[in-house]
């Protein structure tokens, strides 16, 4: 995300969809590194690699979401488009 785009998410605008997949993205990055490598010495260390699993799987499950809901609107606009030409024939 670049810097300006960083100062219009502060100034109480919404992320926009590809900003929400890249944090998606960071995150899923960072709790796979997480439960992968995180040493378990202790039966409370196992529960915060469990949060991490569960954590990993959300976002995970969000960004597919996020990236279907992607696809669908590419798909319409291009089913527009087809629509457009075909009734202009």
């Known amino acids: 995300m ?3 785009d960083s100062a219009s998410a502060g100034a109480g605008e919404l992320p926009e969809r590809d900003e929400i997949l ?3 993205e960071d995150g899923i ?3 796979h ?4 490598e995180g040493r378990v010495y202790n039966p409370e ?3 915060v690699r469990i949060k991490w699993i569960r954590a990993l799987a959300y976002a995970s499950n969000v960004h ?3 990236q279907n809901d ?3 609107e590419e798909l319409s606009e291009r089913l ?3 629509e457009h030409r075909e009734n202009n024939l």
């Open 2 to 4: 670049s810097e300006a």
């Open 22 to 24: 890249e944090l998606l």
């Open 29 to 31: 990055r960072e709790a």
């Open 33 to 36: 590194r997480k439960v992968k």
């Open 45 to 47: 260390n196992e529960k």
């Open 64 to 66: 597919r979401q996020l």
């Open 70 to 72: 992607r696809d669908l």
């Open 80 to 82: 527009e488009q087809l």
